[in-house]
């Protein structure tokens, strides 16, 4: 008895009865009631080990982990500490703000395993004791006797022993888009997962046909098992924006405390109150942080993911479209994705030479009198055992068997060729099944004076069992030359990725005898799951905004290749294809060694494994990518978890591949994958804009309280009053920053550099200019209060206040870009920007008028000679920041130059 998993996973490299005696266990007999017991008390039950669901307060917990938020917290609880209980309820309310928002989106997070237990809810017809039951899946167990018949789920990964005309759709599994034409002979021990045909693997359905066959693996044991340990183990990767605000928020935080340090050492130097000292050590904590810039963030990204959802595109993760906009390259699925998913006969080759195409698109088309297109028409609807059948509730017709025998109907119909709807006109009066050792089958229909048999099959046996040929001129013998014209004209459509299946048929006064003797051959019927049609232009659109397009697939490699061809994968008319044995050596971590600098340079990867996908976008990742990955099978599950943004097909995309990733194509539509790449670029630059607007914003507060210490002067700011203008005057202007509709040209630049952080040096150098104008002005206006117009320390701090707030609205007009002019520019573009002036006007009033706020944050009414001096100065960074921004233009155009 084979108790180990591996040797029994390698069941289909022995023969059925060295199986069964491998197992201990009678095919006629099955298993007994004692060794079942035996055996799942070993074994255990036949279902898929699931991960303990995240608990409530884990989420929660998750909230707290941000520097930004540790900070307030100390500040929060410093402020209790020293009374200052209207600044820590502030700073709470602004931490529950927050919390909130991270924990409702945490919560929406995918359960990714979820769909995987599904599958175990079926029954399955088992052989035991000699008896046929229905049992749950749940108690098979290694050994057992399973049969199979068409309509059947794949209860465990089986090795079979018997199958007649045995088909099973294992294209969620293996990314195979055509049903699998099962045996049960015995393969090599290195035969890849996809092409071991006398295996039948849990999950898979079977399309037609029956078996009989040995459970082999059960549960976690299966491939889908092994899939979905994958799935729980693939660590999702933390999304770009994720880890430029942490690595942001950790560079404040020790901004914050050199501060607080240096302005401390200044008071106690001064011989000011430790008391006092706290207090500024709270109110520079809180003018460092950008209170608002989670909550701006969140809320941009919120408004990106309605956009996107306009484009029929689900983002489930927050920080995901952002992440969209760096994508550097794309990881693609072949079928369902690049590929419609469905079987088209493509052309028709007839005996003759002629090549006759099927033009997509055309309802119906015009058979022109040719007997030999007649012929292979009727063939094809005749010896077909699919079904389409029309609905009266629905104008989508039901379609029923394999689909490449639904594709022969429907190109059939499209003809107006379907004599299989008339029993009269020529009736079947018996049926040759599809036989594996002659790869054909074959169906009698009786004709006036004679019987008529038709056959198709494999392009080689139908060859070889035709003597005559059909022509437009009649029937004629089929000699050599012909037959290898045939063949090289076969072999370079089969080359080309297409499936090819020979069309005969024979006259006889009889009905009996062998049907494939002495046939005329019409034709062959190429079939091919086709491209989509805006999948070449959507390429070409990747292309230009500089990202890669590489297929990952299971299929053939020539099919891959042939469809990347189609779709304008290649560079240079160069196709670089690997398949799964080429991947044996790669190690991820490493990818400039061993095969990894020639993988680089691969547009295509055939027959490849779920764990080889995974290491694949393991490998791009180390590379230096950011990875989207597109799937919708149940392979694509651990690499879709894995990679920087994992994009599932919403309609033919399986639960599992869907639960998966993060974004979800409502309408399979691979071109919405440019919509969302467009919109993750746009987001970036409006989060770019308003980190900076909010980060000079800060740096200036940041700098009046600390200069007015270092010079003697009172603290012109509470830190009430902080958290006014970074709560309220802050994020309006930076939020309708952040929804802007962005540039034209955004998709035909080349993507940032994946490293490349939020604020660089670059930008660095705006937030101090700016803050330093900013400073300018409101220390200003602070010190002629106090000593031109020796106003009291009440009032002076309310002209402070007042003319940082002012400062800070205007400077939202230098947040344009430098290549943009003074007038026709994003930002006077933007309503919202307006709106929000507006908004925050009428807040700055409600502030000093309403007396509940006005006591509270310490304010005093204001003359209109006080106002005139407020509003006078904080024009000031606005006009000095607009002669920043032509000074820079002018040193861009000097450095092109």
């Known amino acids: 008895m ?16 060295a199986a069964l005696a491998a197992l201990e266990v009678d095919q006629e007999h099955g298993l007994d009631a004692a060794q079942v017991a035996r055996r799942q008390r070993c074994y255990g039950p036949n279902f898929i080990s699931r991960k303990r669901s995240r608990a409530l307060l884990s989420i929660l917990a998750d909230q707290f982990r941000s520097v930004i938020i540790w900070l307030l917290s100390a500040a929060a609880l410093l402020s209790f500490v020293v009374g200052d209980y209207p600044e820590a309820l502030a700073v709470i309310f602004v931490l529950l703000i927050n919390t909130t928002i991270g924990f409702v989106t945490s919560w929406r997070a995918i359960r ?41 789920i794949v209860p465990a990964d089986i090795r079979l022993l018997k199958a007649a005309n045995l088909y099973c759709d294992e294209s969620a599994l293996t990314g195979e888009s055509t049903p699998v034409e099962k045996a049960i002979e015995p393969l090599l021990s290195d035969t890849y997962i996809a092409d071991r045909v006398n295996m039948a693997f849990k999950g898979g359905s079977i399309i037609r046909g029956t078996g009989i066959g040995l459970v082999a693996c059960i549960g976690d044991e299966t491939e889908l098992g092994r899939i979905a340990l994958l799935t729980e183990t693939a660590e999702g990767q933390a999304h770009p ?111 003759d030479g002629r090549e006759h195409r099927i033009a997509e698109g055309e309802d119906h088309l015009d058979i022109a009198g040719d007997q030999v297109l007649q012929r292979i028409l009727e063939i094809g609807a005749l010896c077909n055992n699919a079904e389409i059948e ?75 069992h035709a003597g005559k040929i059909q022509t437009d001129d009649g029937i004629r013998d089929l000699t050599e030359a012909d037959r290898k014209v045939l063949l090289e004209r076969v072999d370079e459509k089969a080359h080309k990725g297409f499936r090819l299946i020979g069309m005969a048929s024979k006259q006889s006064s009889k009905p009996d005898g062998d049907p494939y003797d002495a046939l005329v051959l019409s034709g062959f019927v190429c079939l091919i799951d086709p491209l989509r049609d805006d999948i070449p232009e959507v390429v070409a659109q990747c292309r230009s905004a500089g990202v890669r397009v590489v297929m990952m697939t299971g ?25 799964e044995g080429d991947l044996q050596d790669l190690e991820p971590d490493e990818p400039a060694s061993g095969p990894g600098p020639a993988l680089l340079q691969a547009n295509v990867f055939a027959r490849v494994s779920p764990e080889s996908k995974l290491k694949l976008v393991q490998f791009y990742q180390n590379a230096g990518h950011v990875v989207a990955m597109t799937g919708d099978g149940v392979n694509d599950a651990p690499s879709l978890k894995k990679a920087d943004i994992g994009i599932a097909m919403g309609q ?56 007015a210490i270092i010079i003697g002067l009172p603290v012109p700011l509470s830190p009430l009053q902080i958290l006014f203008l970074n709560i309220v005057t802050d994020v309006f202007p930076a939020f309708a920053l952040g929804l802007s509709e962005g540039d034209e040209t955004v ?71 430098v290549s943009e002019p003074w007038v026709a520019n994003t930002v006077l573009r933007n309503s919202y920007v307006w709106f929000a002036i507006g908004l925050c006007l009428l807040l700055l009033g409600a502030a000093f008028y309403l007396p509940v706020l006005s006591d509270v944050m310490a304010l005093t009414q204001l003359n209109l000679q006080q106002l005139a001096l407020c509003i006078g100065g904080s024009f000031f960074p606005l006009l000095m920041g607009q002669i920043w921004i032509g000074l820079k233009s002018i040193r861009n155009l000097d450095t092109r130059d």
């Not at 998993?5 to 023969?15: G, P, T, V």
């Not at 630059?685 to 200069?707: A, K, Q």
Request: glycine share 6%.
């Open 555 to 579: 299929d053939h490699i020539a099919t891959a290749s042939e469809i990347a061809v189609q779709a304008g994968l290649i560079d240079d008319d160069r196709i670089v294809a690997f398949t």
């Open 390 to 464: 029309a609905t009266e509730r629905s104008t989508k017709a039901h379609t029923i068997g394999d689909p490449m025998e639904l594709a022969l109907l429907k190109v059939a119909d499209r003809f107006g060729v379907r004599p299989d709807l008339d029993p009269k006109e020529m009736p079947e009066i018996s049926e040759h099944a599809f036989d594996p050792d002659r790869k054909m089958m074959a169906t009698v229909h009786r004709l006036v004076g004679g019987y008529l048999t038709f056959v198709k099959g494999a392009p080689e046996a139908v060859l070889e």
């Open 241 to 351: 924006l994720e880890r430029r605000l942490d690595k942001l928020g950790q560079m404040l935080v020790w901004v914050t405390l050199g501060l607080s340090a240096l302005i401390g050492l200044a008071g106690y130097l001064r011989g000011l109150e430790l008391i006092y000292m706290i207090e500024t050590a709270i109110a520079l904590a809180v003018a460092a942080v950008p209170e608002g810039l989670p909550v701006v963030a969140t809320l941009a990204l919120a408004r990106g993911m309605l956009r996107l959802a306009q484009h029929n595109t689900l983002i489930k993760k927050l920080s995901a479209v952002e992440t969209l906009g760096a994508t550097t390259i794309i990881l693609t699925d072949k079928t369902g994705t690049l590929t419609e998913n469905r079987m088209t006969v493509s052309s028709i080759l007839l005996a």
């Open 652 to 707: 033919r995309g399986t639960q599992v591949a869907r639960d998966s990733a993060v974004m979800v194509l409502k309408d399979d539509a691979f071109s919405s994958i440019i919509a969302a790449m467009r919109q993750g670029r746009v987001i970036f630059g409006n989060i770019r804009r308003f980190v900076v607007y909010l980060m000079s914003c800060n740096f200036s507060e940041v700098l009046v309280v600390g200069l």
């Open 112 to 152: 990714s395993m979820e769909a995987l237990y599904k599958l175990v809810s079926i029954t399955a017809r088992v052989r035991r004791e000699g008896r046929s039951e229905l049992l749950p899946v749940r108690d098979l167990t290694p050994g057992d006797i399973v049969l199979l018949e068409s309509g059947d």
């Open 747 to 817: 998709m035909q630049q080349e993507p940032r550099n994946p490293k490349e952080q939020i604020v660089t040096k670059e930008r660095w150098l705006d937030i101090v200019v700016y803050g330093l104008l900013i400073t300018v002005a409101t220390i200003s206006v602070y010190w002629a209060a106090l000593t031109y117009f020796a106003m009291g320390e009440r009032e002076s701090m309310t002209i402070a206040f007042l003319t940082l707030a002012l400062c800070q609205l205007w400077h939202v007009f230098n947040m344009r870009e």
């Open 2 to 17: 084979l108790k180990d998993a591996e040797e029994r996973s390698r069941l289909y490299s022995i023969s059925g009865r």
